[in-house]
């Protein structure tokens, strides 16, 4: 309660004691109408070594550390998750090179079985680390793997193939690797043979040959170079990449796909792309931002055209953490499902005292919006096998200062769909477009204190008793020249007493027709400490991992919030909750 109020009242603790209706005003409290304190100054806890933070139904092994998501598939019934996995412990690999390919295995992308490593550093074409890399099936009945194999202590990296022992095993647990490996080196001019890594699945070219793209620095700057290959197992490399960019020195964590627009129905690469589908690179920039460009694969040139060539506004997959994401071709449904590495935020001795290290984010579906600008991701309707206990509310009013809290769900682990219609778009602040250079930034400086003329409004979650601690998620509704921009925010500056922890501000904007549509919407997964949250339709998705003390110290449920506080009414035609069961992981 007093965190909503330290959010929007600068720190003094109001409390209203009879109603779920919280009423915030901007200025002194009115005398009987609430009880006013002072916020309280516990001080900060270390208590971050709990086996409470970890997720209940977000993909993780039982122990150590996981990394970057490799090769996904779906074959013969089970979906296959493979994953970069150090079986020492929960300290990064990359100090050690014995990073392993981890595999999970599910027939529902809900419910796991972590079964031993399916690839292991024992040759001398993969002995100081077999790293990241793609699955694809090959003549619709033959999973291959590609991976990148770091051959010395420099760190130079080639690609190896790995087929799977016995493909009457349905989970596919043993792997042999390919007489020839490595199949593709880095002998190539101006290639640094340590930035070198990460092919993707493979597509079919109209030459009927397959083709895959490996992520590189080539003459200093980021190349996904393109190889061609009758038999996958024997490639050349094309004389020009698939794609170039001066945005980063290296592209890594590559995915080239295939979408048709407006249609939530994926695209298997293995097969005749149809006409008028887009295609998506996406790419690890930086070393940390996952982004993708939208364009045309031309296929006379073998070259991928972006639609826009302004890397300052290519968007990101995830604005939160979510990185090193990959997608396949679910072909159960036919649908095109992505998800992603999800750090810790605490220190690496934590990490170590904890056990483990890194989630992956909820798989989610993929697929290109009607106008060709945005991808859209929603949650897996797989996840809803795990609600229960539904909380319903509709035809709330939250006008400025009004916080409604949400009773009755597990605010640990729930699935929340909340609906905002706008009363009046007519006052909308004006849009600066230097905005979407640092969307973060602005997500800092107006934040869910500011008022606005239409926001901020969102939801308030993870909150201690003495709302010392709590998580904000929140819209800001801006008017541009042609249309209406939405800025998303998920604050986590005060989310962990912890001292030590990363807590940022993560924000992404997205634009949205008003005149058409009044109602934003707003979905946000609670798992201990995961919050994964999807604005307007999964338009802009921010991944953010969370510690709060009174999650430990306390032992109790945290509390949770709809809230207002702009001047403009903000009505809730439908406020939906769920608490989540645990997901089931087996070893």
């Known amino acids: 309660m007093a965190m ?79 994953y970069q996995y150090n079986p020492d412990g929960s300290f990064n690999p990359n100090t050690s090179y014995n990073i392993v390919w981890g595999h999970s295995v599910s027939t529902d992308l809900v419910n796991w079985i972590t079964l031993e490593p399916a690839i292991e550093p024992d040759t001398p074409n993969d002995i100081k680390g077999c790293w990241s890399g793609s699955a694809t099936i090959v003549s619709g009945d033959q999973p291959v793997i590609i991976y990148t194999g770091v051959i010395d202590i420099e760190k130079h990296q080639v690609q190896n193939i790995a087929l799977p022992k016995n493909r009457s095993d349905p989970y596919l647990r043993e792997w042999t690797k390919a007489g020839n490996n490595p199949v593709i080196q880095s002998g190539v001019p101006g290639l640094n043979s340590g930035q070198f890594r990460d092919p993707t699945t493979g597509w079919i070219g109209p030459d009927g040959l397959w083709r895959i793209a490996v992520g590189a620095q080539l003459n200093g700057y980021g190349a996904a170079l393109l190889y061609k290959s009758e038999d996958f197992l024997n490639w050349t490399r094309v004389d020009h990449p698939l794609y170039s960019s001066n945005a980063s020195i ?131 309707e797989e996840i809803e096998s795990l609600r229960g206990n539904e909380i319903n509310h509709q035809g709330l009013d939250l006008k400025m ?78 008017k541009s020249q042609k249309n209406y921009m939405i800025l998303m925010c998920s604050d986590l500056r005060r989310s962990s007493l912890t001292p030590g922890l990363d807590t940022p501000t993560y924000g992404g904007f997205f634009e949205f027709d008003l005149e058409k549509e009044r109602k934003i919407s707003l979905r946000t997964l609670i798992d201990r400490s995961a919050v994964e949250s999807f604005g307007g339709g999964g338009r802009v998705c921010i991944m953010a991992r969370v510690y709060p003390v009174s999650l430990v110290d306390d032992n109790r449920q945290p509390h949770m919030y709809a809230f207002n506080n702009g001047s403009a009414t903000v009505r809730v035609p439908q406020l939906r909750a769920w608490s989540m069961r645990r997901a089931q992981v087996s070893v």
């Open 4 to 82: 909503a109020v330290q959010v929007f009242l600068g720190g003094l603790a109001c409390i209203f004691s009879t109603s779920l209706l919280f009423q915030l005003l901007v200025g002194p409290c009115r005398e009987g109408v609430f009880f006013c304190s002072q916020s309280s100054t516990k001080g900060p806890s270390t208590a971050i070594v709990s086996e409470r933070y970890r997720t209940a139904y977000h993909l993780q092994p039982p122990k150590n550390w996981i990394n970057d998501p490799c090769g996904p598939m779906y074959y013969n019934g089970i979906y296959h998750e493979f």
């Open 250 to 380: 290296m592209l890594e964590c590559l995915d080239f796909f295939a979408v048709l627009p407006g249609s939530n129905n994926g695209l298997d690469m293995s097969s005749a792309i149809p006409n008028g589908a887009k295609h998506v690179l996406k790419m690890g920039l930086n070393f940390g931002e996952d982004v993708y460009v939208i364009g045309v694969y031309d296929l006379k040139r073998d070259v991928f055209v972006p639609d826009t060539d302004d890397s300052r506004l290519w968007p990101r997959i995830d604005y939160g953490n979510f990185y090193a994401s990959k997608t396949f071709f679910d072909s159960k449904h036919g649908r095109r499902i992505i998800w992603a590495w999800t750090t810790e935020t605490d220190s690496s001795s934590d990490d170590v005292a904890k056990g483990w290290a890194g989630i992956h984010s909820f798989p989610r579906t993929i697929w290109l919006d009607s106008d060709s600008k945005r991808l859209l991701q929603w949650p897996v």
């Open 401 to 478: 200062g009004d916080l409604f809290e949400i009773e009755g769900a597990d605010t640990l682990q729930a699935d929340i769909e909340i609906d905002f219609e706008l009363t009046s778009i007519d006052d909308a602040d004006p849009f600066d477009p230097s905005w979407l250079f640092d969307a973060e930034k602005h997500c800092r400086e107006a934040d869910a204190s500011v008022h606005g003329s239409i926001g901020p409004f969102g939801l308030v979650i993870l909150a201690s008793d003495d709302t010392e601690e709590h998580t904000v998620v929140h819209f800001r509704v801006y």
